[in-house]
């Protein structure tokens, strides 16, 4: 089974802060996706990458950049949080080529104060 | 641009009733359809993907069907058990690419025992 492992499951952050979230799959897909979750809005694309150091901005990218220097490993950064940024972020993995679903990690809740 | 609806946002049945969850989309150049299961607090599992040239898939007691043409999926749920209780998100990828998802805001499933 596919493992997408987020790394921490509830984060409290203050405002400025910058914050980084974790993601980590063991199944050596290419590509990799960071989304907020919030009530009334659906689950939203922030960025995704394709390949190691590659990334492409979703829907929502604003506030947020992202990191990929290994295959397994995907990254996302609140360059300086703000309150508006609270929410559920959930990473998902997903093997290149059409008709490959994709997998998600738990989730983060993040709060910021 | 792409968006999906999911009717109703909320359903309620007893435990053993078969039922079906509607899903929606304004575009039918997709290349697939995925639906998801997300329980409270937790991330997205893949449940079933139908590719855009299927009909139907099914997996126990799952199964979706796709009509592009109308832009509309059903997803069955037979014999349903309060472990079926959860949310069930449907989810389209655009025609010519895997990665964008837009997702609806799912059903919020209740199987009262």
């Known amino acids: 089974d596919v493992k997408v492992t987020q790394s921490s499951r509830y984060l409290v952050k203050r405002t400025g802060e910058k914050v980084f979230l974790e993601c980590v799959q063991d199944?050596?897909?290419?590509?990799m996706f960071w989304y907020r979750q919030d009530p009334g809005l659906g689950l939203r694309l922030i960025y995704f990458?394709?390949?190691?150091?590659?990334?492409e901005k979703g829907d929502i990218p604003e506030g947020y950049s992202v990191s990929r220097e290994k295959k397994e490993r995907f990254s996302l950064i609140l360059e300086s949080a703000s309150t508006n940024q609270t929410s559920m972020y959930l990473c998902?993995?997903?093997?290149?080529?059409?008709?490959?679903?994709?997998?998600f990690g738990d989730g983060t809740r993040l709060s910021i104060l | 641009k792409q968006e999906v609806t999911q009717i109703p946002a909320a359903l309620s049945v007893p435990e053993g009733e078969n039922l079906v969850l509607n899903c929606s989309f304004t575009?039918?150049?997709?290349?697939?359809l995925q639906w998801f299961r997300q329980d409270p607090g937790k991330g997205l599992t893949s449940l079933l993907l139908?590719?855009?040239?299927?009909r139907e898939q099914t997996s126990g007691r799952l199964n979706a069907s796709l009509d592009k043409s109308s832009g509309r999926s059903t997803l069955y749920i037979a014999a349903s058990q309060p472990g079926d209780s959860a949310t069930y998100l449907c989810?389209?990828?655009?025609?010519?690419?895997?990665?964008?998802?837009?997702f609806g805001k799912g059903t919020l499933l209740t199987v009262n025992p």
């Open positions: 199944m050596d897909h290419e590509n």
């Open positions: 139908i590719q855009s040239s299927q």
């Open positions: 990458s394709y390949d190691v150091k590659m990334k």
């Open positions: 989810a389209v990828s655009p025609g010519g690419s895997n990665y964008k998802l837009t």
């Open positions: 998902a993995s997903s093997l290149t080529g059409f008709n490959q679903p994709q997998h």
């Open positions: 575009d039918s150049a997709i290349y697939n």
